[in-house]
C-alpha cells in the first residue's frame, strides 16, 4: 500500500515486493497534481504520457524478474534549465518559450539509465536568476507551507514539488544557493555537490564556474541516493571530475543506533553568522541544531569567516560577468525569441533581447557587461577573481581545523510573496551565508531544523570539504535520525 511519507527506498522495496505498481505510484503523484497543482504552480510543462509509458516499461521488466537500479519506477520533476530531449527547455525565460531541445543532459542520461519516471519540468526563476520563482515567465510558484509565501529560488518549482508530494524527489541547480534556500523554505533537503562532481552538460548556464546539479529530496538518505545515479565522469564536460560518489550502502539501510554516533566528528561554528540579522525562531531553530550535534557526540568549535562579507561581493561580480557572458548566444538570430517587427540586424538584436529577458535578467547582463568592459575590468572582475582565491584558501584551512562547517541557510523564513526589497543591494544580501561556498566550490548540504512560530520550515546547512559528500550524508543522517526521522508532505490547503 502507497504511504505518502515513504522514502525512495521504501518506495523501491515496495515496487519489487508488487505492494503497489510503479504506474500505481506514478497515477498517484499525477493526481495530486491534478488536485493542487493550480494552486502552487510547480510546474512549467507536465509530462503525463511520457511518466505513464515509462511507469509501464519498469513494471514490465519487473515482472520479468529484472535487477533494476534503487530510483526505477520512481517519480521526480527536472529543473527546466535541465535538457530532456524533446521535451521544452523554458530555464523560466519568454526567450525559450518555444524551445525543445534535440538533445539531453548528461545527468538525465544517466536517470534514463536508472529507468526514472518524468513528471514534468519544474518552474524557476529566468534562467536562475532569482530568490523567489517570482521571476519565472510563466507563473509564480507558491511555497505548499504557506500558499501566500515564496518556496524560495531558483529552483523553487522542484522543492515545492517534493515538499507538497507532486514528485518523490527533484533535480535543480545550485550557483549562490538556488538549492539550498529552496529546501530550507520548503523543509525539503537540497545539496549543492563539490563543483565537478556532477556533470553539467546539457544544462543552460548560468555562471559555469560556480553552477551545479543537485537533488531535492525528503530525507538525507534519499538525496544521497539520487546523488549516486547522477554523477559518472562526462569525458565530454571539461569540468566534470574524476570523483564519483558511492552510495554508502550501510547507512542507506540502518538508521543511527549508537548513542552518540558522531563522536570524533568536530564541527566548525561561525559565530559571527548568528549577528547578521537572524531572525529569533531562526536563531532558536540553528542553537537548538547546535545543541543535538553535541549530543550526539560532535565537538562544536567556535571560529570566524573573514572573508564572508567579501565573498558575496565577489560572487555577484562574477555571477553578473559569466551570465552576461552565457546569455550572449540568445540574439534572435541563432535560436530562441525572434522580434516580429525588426527591419535590420541591429534591431533584431535589440528587439529580441529587449522582448524576451526580464528585468532581473537585464540588470544582470548590465552588471556584468559593466565588470567585463575594458575601462573596470580590473577594477572588478580582476579583484574579484583574486577575491575567490582568498576565499577559497580561507575555507580550506578552516576545514583543517575541523570535519565541517555548520551555518545557517537564510536569514530568515519564506518571505510574502512580492514583499522582497526594491534594493538589489538588500536583495542580494540575503544571499550571504550561501555564495561563499559557491564561491569556494565546496559542498553543502541544507536540511531542515524545525519550523518557526507560523509553522514555517528553518533550514541549516553543513558544509564539507570538497568531493566529500559521504561525511555530510552520514552527519545529517544522524541528525534527522534523532530529530526527525519522518518526512511530513506540507498540507496544501485550498
Same mark, same amino acid.
Given at each position: 500500500?502507497?504511504?505518502?511519507?515513504?522514502?525512495?527506498?521504501?518506495?523501491?522495496?515496495?515496487?519489487?515486493?508488487?505492494?503497489?505498481?510503479?504506474?500505481?505510484?506514478?497515477?498517484?503523484?499525477?493526481?495530486?497534481?491534478?488536485?493542487?497543482?493550480?494552486?502552487?504552480?510547480?510546474?512549467?510543462?507536465?509530462?503525463?504520457?511520457?511518466?505513464?509509458?515509462?511507469?509501464?516499461?519498469?513494471?514490465?521488466?519487473?515482472?520479468?524478474?529484472?535487477?533494476?537500479?534503487?530510483? +526505477?519506477?520512481?517519480?521526480?520533476?527536472?529543473?527546466?534549465?535541465?535538457?530532456?530531449?524533446?521535451?521544452?527547455?523554458?530555464?523560466?525565460?519568454?526567450?525559450?518559450?518555444t524551445f525543445r531541445p534535440p538533445y539531453s543532459a548528461?545527468?538525465?542520461?544517466?536517470?534514463?539509465?536508472?529507468?526514472?519516471?518524468?513528471?514534468?519540468?519544474?518552474?524557476?526563476?529566468?534562467?536562475?536568476?532569482?530568490?523567489?520563482?517570482?521571476?519565472?515567465?510563466?507563473?509564480?510558484?507558491?511555497?505548499?507551507?504557506?500558499?501566500?509565501?515564496?518556496?524560495?529560488?531558483?529552483?523553487?518549482?522542484?522543492?515545492?514539488?517534493?515538499? $507538497?508530494?507532486?514528485?518523490?524527489?527533484?533535480?535543480?541547480?545550485?550557483?549562490?544557493? $538556488?538549492?539550498?534556500?529552496?529546501?530550507?523554505h520548503c523543509g525539503v533537503v537540497g545539496l549543492r555537490?563539490?563543483?565537478?562532481?556532477?556533470?553539467?552538460?546539457?544544462?543552460? +548556464?548560468?555562471?559555469?564556474?560556480?553552477?551545479?546539479?543537485?537533488?531535492?529530496?525528503?530525507?538525507?538518505?534519499?538525496?544521497?541516493?539520487?546523488?549516486?545515479?547522477?554523477?559518472?565522469?562526462?569525458?565530454?564536460?571539461?569540468?566534470?571530475?574524476?570523483?564519483?560518489?558511492?552510495?554508502?550502502?550501510?547507512?542507506?539501510?540502518?538508521?543511527?543506533?549508537?548513542?552518540?554516533?558522531?563522536?570524533?566528528?568536530?564541527?566548525?561554528?561561525?559565530?559571527?553568522?548568528?549577528?547578521?540579522?537572524?531572525?529569533?525562531?531562526?536563531?532558536?531553530?540553528?542553537?537548538?541544531?547546535?545543541?543535538?550535534?553535541?549530543?550526539?557526540?560532535?565537538?562544536?568549535?567556535?571560529?570566524?569567516?573573514?572573508?564572508?562579507?567579501?565573498?558575496?561581493?565577489?560572487?555577484?561580480?562574477?555571477?553578473? +560577468?559569466?551570465?552576461?557572458?552565457?546569455?550572449?548566444?540568445?540574439?534572435?538570430?541563432?535560436?530562441?525569441?525572434?522580434?516580429?517587427?525588426?527591419?535590420?540586424?541591429?534591431?533584431?538584436?535589440?528587439?529580441?533581447?529587449?522582448?524576451?529577458?526580464?528585468?532581473?535578467?537585464?540588470?544582470?547582463?548590465?552588471?556584468?557587461?559593466?565588470?567585463?568592459?575594458?575601462?573596470?575590468?580590473?577594477?572588478?572582475?580582476?579583484?574579484?577573481?583574486?577575491?575567490?582565491?582568498?576565499?577559497?584558501?580561507?575555507?580550506?584551512?578552516?576545514?583543517?581545523?575541523?570535519?565541517?562547517?555548520?551555518?545557517?541557510?537564510?536569514?530568515?523564513?519564506?518571505?510574502?510573496?512580492?514583499?522582497?526589497?526594491?534594493?538589489?543591494?538588500?536583495?542580494?544580501?540575503?544571499?550571504?551565508?550561501?555564495?561563499?561556498?559557491?564561491?569556494?566550490?565546496?559542498?553543502?548540504?541544507?536540511?531542515p531544523c524545525g519550523k518557526d512560530s507560523q509553522g514555517?520550515?528553518?533550514?541549516?546547512?553543513?558544509?564539507?570539504?570538497?568531493?566529500?559528500?559521504?561525511?555530510?550524508?552520514?552527519?545529517?543522517?544522524?541528525?534527522?535520525?534523532?530529530?526527525?526521522?519522518?518526512?511530513?508532505?506540507?498540507?496544501?490547503?485550498?
Amino acid at each position: 500500500m502507497l504511504k505518502e511519507k515513504m522514502t525512495i527506498y521504501e518506495i523501491g522495496a515496495a515496487l519489487r515486493r508488487k505492494d503497489f505498481s510503479s504506474r500505481e505510484l506514478t497515477e498517484s503523484i499525477l493526481d495530486k497534481c491534478a488536485k493542487q497543482e493550480d494552486r502552487i504552480g510547480a510546474y512549467i510543462t507536465l509530462t503525463e504520457k511520457e511518466a505513464l509509458q515509462q511507469a509501464d516499461r519498469v513494471d514490465k521488466l519487473l515482472a520479468a524478474g529484472a535487477e533494476l537500479p534503487l530510483l +526505477a519506477g520512481i517519480p521526480l520533476a527536472v529543473k527546466d534549465n535541465i535538457a530532456v530531449r524533446g521535451i521544452p527547455l523554458t530555464a523560466g525565460s519568454k526567450m525559450l518559450e518555444t524551445f525543445r531541445p534535440p538533445y539531453s543532459a548528461f545527468v538525465w542520461d544517466e536517470l534514463v539509465k536508472a529507468q526514472a519516471v518524468l513528471v514534468g519540468k519544474s518552474n524557476m526563476d529566468e534562467f536562475g536568476m532569482g530568490f523567489s520563482t517570482e521571476n519565472s515567465y510563466f507563473k509564480t510558484t507558491r511555497n505548499p507551507h504557506d500558499l501566500t509565501r515564496i518556496p524560495g529560488g531558483s529552483t523553487g518549482g522542484s522543492a515545492a514539488a517534493v515538499a $507538497s508530494g507532486e514528485a518523490i524527489y527533484a533535480l535543480g541547480t545550485d550557483t549562490g544557493g $538556488s538549492i539550498r534556500q529552496p529546501a530550507a523554505h520548503c523543509g525539503v533537503v537540497g545539496l549543492r555537490p563539490s563543483y565537478g562532481l556532477v556533470s553539467r552538460r546539457g544544462v543552460s +548556464a548560468l555562471a559555469s564556474s560556480m553552477d551545479t546539479v543537485g537533488p531535492l529530496t525528503r530525507t538525507v538518505r534519499d538525496n544521497m541516493i539520487v546523488l549516486s545515479a547522477i554523477t559518472a565522469r562526462d569525458a565530454k564536460d571539461c569540468s566534470s571530475s574524476r570523483h564519483v560518489f558511492k552510495l554508502d550502502e550501510d547507512l542507506l539501510k540502518q538508521d543511527s543506533s549508537e548513542t552518540k554516533p558522531l563522536t570524533g566528528i568536530s564541527i566548525g561554528w561561525p559565530e559571527q553568522c548568528f549577528d547578521i540579522e537572524l531572525e529569533e525562531d531562526v536563531r532558536r531553530g540553528l542553537e537548538a541544531a547546535l545543541k543535538v550535534f553535541e549530543s550526539l557526540g560532535a565537538t562544536i568549535k567556535k571560529l570566524q569567516i573573514s572573508s564572508l562579507n567579501a565573498a558575496l561581493s565577489a560572487y555577484y561580480i562574477l555571477m553578473t +560577468a559569466e551570465a552576461a557572458s552565457n546569455l550572449g548566444r540568445f540574439d534572435g538570430v541563432h535560436y530562441g525569441y525572434r522580434s516580429p517587427g525588426a527591419e535590420k540586424l541591429e534591431d533584431l538584436y535589440i528587439n529580441s533581447r529587449s522582448e524576451a529577458f526580464g528585468y532581473e535578467v537585464k540588470r544582470r547582463i548590465l552588471l556584468g557587461n559593466f565588470a567585463l568592459s575594458e575601462e573596470y575590468y580590473e577594477d572588478y572582475f580582476v579583484k574579484a577573481q583574486r577575491v575567490r582565491t582568498v576565499v577559497i584558501r580561507e575555507f580550506t584551512g578552516l576545514l583543517e581545523d575541523c570535519d565541517l562547517l555548520f551555518m545557517p541557510v537564510t536569514t530568515s523564513t519564506a518571505g510574502k510573496i512580492g514583499s522582497a526589497p526594491k534594493n538589489p543591494v538588500d536583495l542580494y544580501r540575503g544571499d550571504i551565508f550561501t555564495t561563499p561556498v559557491s564561491v569556494a566550490g565546496l559542498p553543502a548540504l541544507s536540511l531542515p531544523c524545525g519550523k518557526d512560530s507560523q509553522g514555517l520550515p528553518i533550514g541549516m546547512q553543513l558544509v564539507g570539504r570538497q568531493f566529500d559528500e559521504a561525511l555530510l550524508y552520514r552527519v545529517g543522517a544522524a541528525y534527522e535520525d534523532r530529530h526527525s526521522p519522518a518526512f511530513e508532505l506540507a498540507e496544501v490547503k485550498a
